[in-house]
Antibody
Framework: QVQLVQSGAEVKKPGASVKVSCKAS????????MHWVRQAPGQRLEWMGW????????KYSQKFQGRVTITRDTSASTAYMYLSSLRSEDTAVYYC??????????WGKGTTVTVSS | SYELTQPPSVSVSPGQTASITCSGD??????ACWYQQKPGQSPVLVIY???KRPSGIPERFSGSNSGNTATLTISGTQAMDEAYYYC??????????FGGGTKLTVL
């Protein structure tokens, strides 16, 4: 079955960076794009960006432009989200989700990133 | 940038029909989808392309989209449907846009 397995929880200090991975299985990784979405405690879902797993083209939300980088490794069927210059407001659960025509049909379980001094 | 607006909360009695709206400029010209999210869990797609149900989603979930408003309707609401619901659309300039989420309470 289609599965997205994300890396484990992270605790970072303000100003640091974090890299979250998302390993896909059960489908041909390069055919689908992958989104990254985050959710701060008690807050709404917030789209960060996506990557075309076939050609590695990316599109980022304006809010995160310049701070986020999404990459992929097709040989490992894995997508990555790198967020730099972390601040306390970046404390959130970060999800990867498979794209299906602009919507997200399969989600990972999420990775908790805590930013604290 | 494009925005979607949802009511913060909706309440419904068990067995009744719940309707959750999502408003955005000319939303009817775009495809809307809906996600259900229960506490501590990842979102689950319940409606896509305005009114289609993914495999495994009960028939009591339906959707519509016209003008500036998309609507998620849950007929014969059950206690298990209590959750947050988020609408989502794709905007060519903004990218993926989520609504603010609606907490559905079944009481």
């Amino acid at each position: 079955q289609v599965q997205l397995v994300q890396s484990g929880a992270e605790v970072k200090k303000p100003g640091a960076s974090v890299k979250v991975s998302c390993k896909a299985s059960g489908y041909t990784f390069s055919i689908y794009a992958m989104h990254w979405v985050r959710q701060a405690p008690g807050q709404r879902l917030e789209w960060m960006g996506w990557i075309n797993a076939g050609n590695s083209n990316t599109k980022y939300s304006q809010k995160f432009q310049g701070r986020v980088t999404i990459t992929r490794d097709t040989s490992a069927s894995t997508a990555y989200m790198y967020l730099s210059s972390l601040r306390s407001e970046d404390t959130a659960v970060y999800y990867c989700a498979r794209d299906k025509g602009g919507l997200m049909d399969v989600w990972g379980k999420g990775t908790t990133v805590t930013v604290s001094s | 940038s494009y925005e979607l607006t949802q009511p913060p909360s909706v309440s419904v009695s068990p067995g009744q029909t719940a309707s959750i709206t999502c408003s955005g400029d000319k939303l009817g010209d775009k495809y809307a989808c809906w996600y259900q999210q229960k506490p501590g869990q990842s979102p689950v797609l319940v409606i896509y392309q305005d009114n289609k149900r993914p495999s495994g989603i009960p028939e009591r979930f339906s959707g519509s989209n016209s003008g500036n408003t998309a609507t998620l309707t849950i007929s014969g609401t059950q206690a298990m449907d209590e959750a947050y619901y988020y609408c989502q659309a794709w905007d060519s300039s903004t990218g993926v846009v989520f609504g603010g989420g609606t907490k559905l309470t079944v009481l």
